[in-house]
C-alpha cells in the first residue's frame, strides 16, 4: 500500500513540473528586445490594404525610435505607433523640393538646380521668405499636430551646394520656426551647415542631433550597389562626428547594406561613441 500510494502521488507532481517548465519556457519567450533606431520614408501605413498596413505598424513598433514619412500615417497610427514606446520622428525636407509633393506646383518656380542622382528632386531657395513660411507655418504645424516626437529634417547640404550668407541665414530662419513647437530636431546630413552653427556657437540652439549617412558605406547610383565607403572619406566623417558630439548633439548614422563582418565594426564603433545607427537594406528605406 504504501508504494502504491507513493506512485500516485508521484505522477500529478511529475506532470506539475512538466507543467510548470513549459510555462517557464513559453514565458521566456519574450518578444524580442526593441532595436535601437530606424529609418522608414518607405513604409506606408496607408495603403488601403489592411494586411500591409497592420505589417508597417509592427514593423515600426519594433523599435525604439524611428523615422516615417508623415504623409504616409494618420495620427491615430501614430499614436498606436507611439503607445507601444516607440519614438516618432517625422521626416520634413526643407533644402529641396520632390515633384510628387502636393506643394509642388506652388514652389517649383523657387527652385535653385535639379539634385543630382535623385531625379524627382531639386535644390529649393531657403532664403525665400514664402518657402520659410510654409515649412513653419503650414508644414510643420500640421505633422507636429500629428502627435509626432521630434522632426528629422533634410537637405541642409544646400548651404554646401550654396555656400551664401542668406542661405545660411534662411536655414537658421526654419529652423528656430520649427522649434516653435519644441520637438527635437535632428538634421539629416548637412555636415557643412551643422559645422559652420557649431563654429559660430549657435547649433545647440538651432537643433539637438544629426544623422550622417554612409560613413562607413556607400552608393553606387548608377547601379544602385552598396561599398565601402572609402578611407578617406570615412575619415573625414568620423572626425565631422566627433565635433559634432563635442558639441552637445546626438549622433545617428544611417548605412545601407552592411555586411555583417562591416555590421560588427560599425556596432563597436557606435557602441563606443554613443551613436545610434540603422543598416538599411536599399535606398527604398522600406526595410
Known amino acids: ?29 519574450a518578444e524580442s528586445p526593441k532595436k535601437d533606431y530606424g529609418v522608414f520614408l518607405g513604409i506606408s ?16 513598433k519594433s523599435y525604439r525610435m524611428v523615422v516615417l514619412e508623415p504623409s504616409n500615417f494618420s495620427p491615430e497610427q501614430i499614436r498606436e505607433i507611439k503607445a507601444e514606446g516607440t519614438k516618432v520622428y517625422g521626416y520634413l525636407n526643407i533644402g529641396a523640393l520632390e515633384n510628387f509633393r502636393p506643394y509642388y506646383e506652388d ?29 513653419i507655418n503650414s508644414l510643420g504645424k500640421q505633422y507636429a499636430a500629428m502627435g509626432l516626437d521630434g522632426f528629422f529634417l533634410d ?3 544646400i548651404y554646401y551646394q550654396y555656400p551664401k550668407v542668406d542661405i545660411y541665414q534662411g536655414l537658421k530662419t526654419i529652423l528656430t520656426g520649427l522649434k516653435q513647437y519644441s520637438l527635437p530636431l535632428i538634421l539629416n546630413g548637412g555636415d557643412t551647415f551643422v559645422q559652420k552653427s557649431i563654429e559660430d556657437g549657435s547649433a545647440l540652439s538651432l537643433f539637438d542631433g544629426v544623422n550622417q549617412e554612409c560613413v562607413f558605406t556607400k552608393i553606387d547610383f548608377s547601379k544602385p550597389s552598396y561599398l565601402s565607403q572609402d578611407k578617406e572619406t570615412k575619415a573625414y566623417y568620423e572626425e565631422y562626428l566627433e565635433k559634432a558630439k563635442t558639441a552637445g548633439l546626438s549622433v545617428y548614422l ?27 537594406e536599399s535606398l527604398e528605406l522600406r526595410a
Open 1 to 29: 500500500m504504501k508504494i502504491k500510494k507513493t506512485q500516485t502521488s508521484f505522477f500529478p507532481a511529475l506532470l506539475l513540473c512538466v507543467f510548470f517548465l513549459l510555462t517557464l519556457s513559453f514565458c521566456t519567450k
Open 45 to 60: 501605413g496607408n495603403t488601403g490594404i489592411e494586411r500591409k498596413d497592420k505589417e508597417a505598424l509592427q514593423k515600426l
Open 107 to 135: 514652389f517649383k518656380k523657387d527652385s535653385l538646380a535639379p539634385y543630382e542622382n535623385w531625379e524627382e528632386e531639386y535644390w529649393m531657395d531657403v532664403s525665400n521668405p514664402l518657402w520659410q513660411d510654409f515649412l
Open 155 to 157: 537637405n541642409t547640404d
Open 254 to 280: 544611417t548605412e545601407y547594406h552592411a555586411n555583417s563582418e562591416l555590421s560588427q565594426e560599425i556596432e563597436q564603433y557606435c557602441k563606443e561613441n554613443g551613436f545610434l545607427w540603422y543598416n538599411a
